[in-house]
């Protein structure tokens, strides 16, 4: 069974940058394509980053230039890197894995990031 974890949430400041970590088991890139969502209190779900298909990634218009997902498969791990942090990006923030055969989801239990002065 596929569980996700995720860290690096917390309290920054505008400009601010942080990074959040999500931890797989095993060889999970190989058989799910991985991203990020975040839900703001009263929002919908929404999609912050992707990998999709030959290893594109997708970003959401409102932070693009700002925020960067990588993967580290040795470590079976991804991150998201939030660079000049607004308060409108304060949400919080799941891993996801969509299954590539099945397209059945797992989701992390998501981190708060709040952007406040």
């Known amino acids: 069974q596929v569980q996700l974890v995720e860290s690096g949430g917390g309290l920054v400041q505008p400009g601010g940058s942080l990074r959040l970590s999500c931890a797989a088991p095993?060889?999970?890139?190989?058989?799910?394509?991985m991203g990020w969502y975040r839900q703001a209190p009263g929002k919908e779900r929404e999609l912050v980053a992707r990998?999709?298909?030959?290893?594109?990634?997708n970003y959401a218009d409102s932070v693009k230039g700002r925020f960067t997902i990588s993967r580290d498969n040795a470590k079976n791990t991804m991150y998201l890197q939030m660079n000049s942090l607004k308060p409108e990006d304060t949400a919080v923030y799941y891993c996801?894995?969509?299954?590539?055969?099945?397209?059945?989801?797992?989701w992390g239990q998501g981190t708060q990031v709040t952007v406040s002065s």
């Open positions: 990998f999709t298909i030959g290893g594109i990634t």
């Open positions: 095993g060889n999970i890139f190989s058989t799910h394509f």
């Open positions: 996801n894995a969509e299954h590539k055969l099945f397209h059945s989801n797992v």
